[in-house]
């Protein structure tokens, strides 16, 4: 029971690349999350997914679009990088709405 | 004014201390407060919940005062396993989990 993985666990882009953080949960929950966290700042929730089938926008969305690819997997996509986008991103995951498991991270920067 | 507001520290303290973080929040329509810990270049994870008539687990005590507004976490007989970042989580929109907001987080150091 490998709870919730995210790949790649660091990545360096160049401004305008594109790139897909990967999530997956093994723990049947039918609720995932993408969030950013940066320095003195609370996490923000970038998208969640209520249920699959279902995305939702949260705070900070745009520059980010996400994939609910079945119950198991949601991806995040940055289609244009900027360093703005530099940041550590965490996925969650859970049975009953509120993020119970994070992922270990990726910690991306964008030059 | 932030949606919600911690006190981000540090706080040191030896083993064996009680200590408390408070954590304040605008929305008085918030209905659900949370605290997670975070280590040090690791991932969130679910500490417990607050309820309205406070909560205990184990050495964790935790509060919440609407009238004021703010929630608190105590520890008690402090270990070196307990340093990490604490953060408050309000949910400032009804049942929605997806509407969380985060404390930028209190920053804990237990020292020998």
């Known amino acids: 029971n490998a709870g919730v993985t995210q790949t790649p666990k660091f990545q360096v882009l160049k401004t305008g690349q594109s790139m897909t953080l990967q999530c997956a949960q093994d723990m049947n929950h039918n609720s995932m999350y993408w969030y950013r966290q940066d320095p003195g700042m609370g996490l923000r929730l970038i998208y969640y997914?209520?249920?699959?089938?279902?995305?939702d926008k949260g705070e900070v969305p745009n520059g980010y679009n996400v994939s609910r690819l079945n119950k198991r997997e949601f991806s995040l996509r940055l289609e244009s990088a900027a360093p703005s986008q530099t940041s550590v991103y965490f996925c969650?995951?859970?049975?009953?709405?509120?993020?119970?498991?994070f992922g270990p991270g990726t910690r991306l920067t964008v030059l | 004014r932030k949606e919600v507001e911690q006190d981000p520290g540090p706080f040191n303290v030896p083993e064996g201390a009680t200590v408390a973080f408070n954590c304040t929040y605008s929305n008085s329509a918030s209905q659900s407060f949370f605290w997670y810990r975070q280590d040090c270049r690791k991932e969130p994870k679910l500490l417990m919940s607050v309820y309205s008539s406070g909560n205990e687990d184990g050495r964790f005590t935790a509060q919440l005062n609407r009238a004021s507004q703010y929630i608190s976490l105590l520890i008690r007989d402090s270990k070196l396993s307990d340093s990490a970042t604490y953060l408050c989580?309000?949910?400032?929109?009804?049942?929605?989990?997806?509407?969380?907001?985060f404390g930028q987080g209190t920053i804990l150091t237990v020292h020998p």
């Open positions: 989580v309000v949910n400032g929109q009804g049942t929605s989990y997806g509407k969380l907001t």
């Open positions: 997914s209520a249920s699959e089938g279902t995305t």
């Open positions: 969650a995951s859970s049975e009953w709405g509120l993020p119970q498991f």
